[in-house]
Every structure is written in structure tokens, then in C-alpha cells.
């Protein structure tokens, strides 16, 4: 048996923030020293580094686990899957349903549960579940899904990731531009595995812990009179140079475990972390095989508009591709695509997939 997808959905909130909204605040530094430079000045280098140019928040009404409901039932009405089908309801997240300034996550009930009773399903039989593993969150939990499904064990899952990381960043932090908020489902099912099938043909997943655990953290406010929350921090430099190391291998590595050759992928969908860096990754990716420049349009990007989303960014950019919602990009029967993540943990895997001849 091979798991595909059948059906996508996203959910992204209709608050807009763009980086001009950011020049009225204040920024430190790790040192709990003021930027000694202007505002405008930090934006604009930070979106000749980053790419953002806006991103998205929820509106206060909306936590983590309602908009991973909305981006399910998005998904669900792609299909004609019935929900009480489905063996296995997995949520990646990060931080639970955080209120609006509140100082605590809220995880029990975990969100699967929570988007199960939502959806209205009654199986008992359909399990749900949270999963934790960074940003690589999403893409870990449709590994997981892949493996019940080839082992007899599930036919049907549903895979979310949410995420409302607008709630966990220190606003003085010039790093908190970075973060936005959204949610994407896949619904995946079985399917024998023949010639013309398509499905996740194999994946790769790892965890470097060893002087790396520290790099995505929490940690007070860097404005030394600001409150005693705990905050996302993320050590920047260190994070870049890990991915750009570990990422690219990792992703020769689900080829080559897989059998397939670097001329047949026609998409690369990696987590929309940051611009310079995702650009930087395809690259090196593509050196490893003595190619010094990637394929025009290899790799679809939203993060100038969307800003990262984490667990949210690979599905939600996935669904838009896949149902023609961003210009230059499409995806057509047979094509063989790339899924790759790098996060807390720090996490990295990676998915190869194949488009489906009749199905897209």
C-alpha cells in the first residue's frame, strides 16, 4: 500500500500586518540594549534578508485549534472522504491555543481532540493526537500517517499543522517580524501501490540535539523592563548556518535512500522560514550534485507574503500550488516533488512524492 493525497485545504487569517506597521516600536538586542539605529532602517534590512514584506495574524477570536478546524474542513470538501472514515486525526503544533496576551498554553484537551469534536465525528475508532517536533511538525506527522497506512494499521488520516506564533513573540525582538500565524490540512488514504500510482514514496527524518537543542528556545523579553513571559528566541546565525549545512544533505539522502535522480523533481517545497536562506538551501542542495544553478521555478515561495508560519507553511503553500492559487506554479500528473523542513529540535526531514496520474 502507498499513502496520497487526496484532498488540501488551508486556513490563512484575514488580518494583515506589513512591516510598516512595525516602525512605531522599539527593537533590542541580545544584550537588552536598544537598537541604536532607526526603526525603518532595521525593517528594511530585514526584509532584504528575510523576503517578508507582511504576514498574517489570527484575529483574537481565533485560536490555533479553530483555524486547523477550518483548514480541515477545507481539505475534507476536496475529497469525497467521509470524516467517521477516517482512522487517525494528527495535529502538529508548537504551542497549543494561546489567548491573546495570555502567558500560558492550553493543551488539554490536546488540539486533535479538539478539532475532532469540532468536525463532529463520533468513531471512537478515529484516534487523535497531537505531535510536537518544531516546524518540520507537519511534514513529520504525514510521515507518521505514511508509515500506519503502509503498515495495514490506517487507511485514512487527517494531517494539520496550526500555528498562532503572533502570541509567543517578544515585540522587541526584531526577530518576532518573522512569525505569522495559519493553518494547513491534507487528508491522506491508501491505495495500491501500481505504475501509475502516486503517493509518498519515501522520507527521511533526523534530530540533532547535541549543541543544537538551544538554537529555537524561549526566553525573557530582550527590553530589560518588559515582563517576566516567556518568549520564542531563536539564535539566527547558528540556525541559518545548521540549515544550510544538515538541510541539503538530508535531502540528497531521501533521494538517494529512494532511488530517485535530481533531474526527475519538478518541486521542492521547503519550509518557508526565511528567503535568503530557503534560496541559499536549493542551491547548495543542487551543488551536492555538481548543478551550480537550480531549475527556473524549482521552488514556490510565500513567505513575502505570508511571512513563517511553521508547521503551516509547507501545507498551506502546498494547497495553494496545488489548486493554482500561485502565479507561476502548477503541479501535473506524475510529477515527482520535494518536501523538506528544518526546526526546533533542531528537527530536519524530508518526503519525496509523486503526483498521482489521475489524481492531482
Known amino acids: 500500500m502507498r499513502a496520497f493525497i487526496s484532498g488540501t485545504g488551508s486556513f490563512i487569517p484575514a488580518w494583515i500586518r506589513s512591516n510598516q506597521d512595525f516602525a512605531v516600536g522599539e527593537f533590542y538586542n541580545e544584550q537588552k540594549e536598544r537598537i541604536g539605529v532607526r526603526t525603518t532602517e532595521i525593517i528594511e534590512k530585514f526584509q532584504q534578508i528575510t523576503g517578508i514584506a507582511a504576514r498574517r495574524y489570527a484575529t483574537d477570536d481565533l485560536n490555533a485549534s479553530d483555524m486547523a478546524t477550518q483548514a480541515a474542513i477545507a481539505a475534507i470538501r476536496d475529497t469525497s472522504v467521509d470524516p467517521e472514515t477516517f482512522d487517525q486525526i494528527i495535529v502538529a503544533h508548537n504551542f497549543g491555543d494561546t489567548q491573546k496576551h495570555a502567558c500560558q498554553s492550553d493543551a488539554v484537551p490536546s488540539l486533535a481532540s479538539r478539532v475532532k469534536s469540532a468536525l463532529r465525528i463520533r468513531n471512537p475508532a478515529c484516534v487523535a493526537y497531537d505531535l510536537l517536533f518544531g516546524c518540520p511538525g507537519w511534514l513529520q506527522g504525514l510521515i507518521q500517517a505514511d508509515a500506519f497506512i503502509r503498515a495495514g494499521l490506517a487507511r485514512k488520516c487527517l494531517v494539520i499543522g496550526t500555528e498562532t506564533l503572533s502570541r509567543v513573540i517578544d515585540p522587541y525582538d526584531r526577530d518576532s517580524m518573522i512569525y505569522s500565524d495559519g493553518a494547513g490540512a491534507v487528508v491522506l488514504e491508501a491505495q495500491t501501490d501500481d505504475a501509475s500510482t502516486g503517493g509518498i514514496i519515501g522520507a527521511v527524518s533526523q534530530s540533532h540535539t547535541y549543541g543544537e537543542s538551544q538554537f529555537i528556545s524561549m526566553g525573557r523579553s530582550y527590553k530589560p523592563s518588559a515582563s517576566n513571559r516567556q518568549y520564542l528566541k531563536m539564535q539566527g546565525r547558528k540556525v541559518y548556518e545548521f540549515a544550510l549545512r544538515t538541510v541539503p544533505a538530508a535531502m540528497k539522502a531521501c533521494l538517494e535512500a529512494n532511488q530517485v535522480e535530481i533531474d526527475q523533481v519538478k518541486k521542492i517545497f521547503l519550509h518557508q522560514a526565511n528567503e535568503k536562506m530557503d534560496i541559499a538551501i536549493i542551491k547548495a542542495f543542487y551543488q551536492l550534485y555538481g548543478k551550480q544553478q537550480a531549475p527556473n521555478c524549482i521552488m514556490p515561495m510565500n513567505i513575502r507574503e505570508l511571512g513563517n508560519s ?51
Do not use: C, E, Q, W
Request: net charge positive; charged share 10%; glycine share 10%.
Open 310 to 360: 511553521s508547521v503551516a507553511t509547507i501545507p498551506t503553500l502546498f494547497d495553494m500550488v496545488r489548486k493554482g492559487r500561485l502565479p507561476g506554479h502548477a503541479l501535473h500528473p506524475g510529477d515527482i516533488i520535494l518536501f523538506a523542513s528544518v526546526g526546533a529540535g533542531m528537527n530536519i526531514n524530508a518526503v519525496i512524492y509523486k503526483i498521482s496520474n489521475t489524481i492531482i
